[in-house]
């Protein structure tokens, strides 16, 4: 079985769907529907949070938080690069669906179903140890490719986890800057 075209076929799907239904569009009427929070002090006692992790879940925030754009860096884009990776691992659709809705868009319109129906797909095609793996997995900085600032490739040899994934399982993908954040535009 080809999970690797699954993948990119549910990306494609769910990046098409992020205009109706999980990406970038949807983030930009929540948050229009919802009084702005206040911000985060920056004085803490106690360890640091993690900035991926949103408060109270441990979830990792798909979302940049209040009405401030993420920042245009390497690092925001490899943060919501596994933001992906982790969501694939915990079966989260809300947060796959949220960072590959663009190109999940393009799948739909090629003909694939909506990216909540993909991945739920693709998630049954990834095995007990890989999801395992998922949870955990980094991505090495000095393997990411910036083509410019707003398109940044995340290739396979980038991912570092406890499992073994190859380009039919998992591949290598694609990360544009729009709308205020990276999110996946293509898998190769």
């Not at 990306?11 to 949807?26: D, F, Y």
């Not at 930009?28 to 992790?53: C, E, F, Y």
């Not at 994934?165 to 290598?172: H, N, R, V």
Request: aromatic share 6%; net charge positive.
């Amino acid at each position: 079985m080809k999970t690797r075209t699954m993948v990119s076929a549910a990306v494609s799907a769910c990046v098409v769907l992020a205009a109706s239904a999980c990406g970038p569009e949807k983030a930009k009427d929540d948050a229009a529907a919802k009084p702005s929070q206040p911000a985060a002090s920056t004085t803490t006692k106690g360890p640091p949070a993690s900035p991926s992790a949103s408060a109270g879940t441990g979830k990792p925030s798909a979302a940049p938080t209040g009405k401030q754009p993420a920042p245009m860096t390497k690092e925001r884009a490899i943060q919501r690069y596994e933001q992906y990776l982790h969501g694939l691992g915990r079966e989260d659709i809300e947060t796959v669906c949220e960072v590959a809705g663009p190109g999940a868009k393009k799948a739909q319109d090629q003909g694939f179903g909506p990216c909540t129906s993909t991945y739920v797909i693709v998630f049954q095609m990834i095995s007990p140890e890989q999801k395992k793996a998922l949870r955990t997995a980094t991505v090495d900085p000095r393997r990411v490719v910036v083509r410019t600032l707003d398109k940044i490739e995340m290739p396979l040899e980038a991912v570092r986890s406890s499992a073994t994934f190859t380009e039919s399982d998992l591949g290598s993908y694609t990360l544009e800057y729009l709308k205020n954040d990276y999110y996946i535009t293509d898998g190769q």
